[in-house]
């Protein structure tokens, strides 16, 4: 059971490492764009669809941070219930 969850949590690093590398790619093209004051239309283009992919990063961490919560929250019920039982075990 503890090494399921030691595998999610790699997974959930290595996405999040991920993410962080494309955030930081977006923040210095972004910063690119600004400096150069009057665009193209094709770095105009791209600047929107940047901006777009980090909406949808945002959405991703969110999702990635209720999965934590919900994890979290699951792994607290099992100790709960392991205490009651052990509880149980003793009064016996």
């Known amino acids: 059971m503890y090494s399921d969850r030691m595998d999610y949590v ?3 690093r290595d996405k999040i490492s991920r993410l962080r590398l494309e955030i930081a790619e977006s923040h210095n093209l972004n910063e ?3 400096r150069q004051g009057k665009n193209e239309p094709d770095a105009e283009v791209a600047f929107r669809q940047r901006v777009e992919r980090l909406q949808a990063i945002q959405r991703e961490l969110a ?3 209720d999965f934590g919560r919900k994890v979290q ?3 607290e019920m099992r100790k709960q219930h392991r205490s009651r039982l052990r509880l ?3 009064a016996s």
């Open 10 to 12: 790699e997974v959930l």
């Open 63 to 65: 999702q990635i941070a």
């Open 32 to 34: 690119q764009y600004r």
């Open 73 to 75: 929250s699951v792994e």
């Open 88 to 90: 149980i075990k003793k």
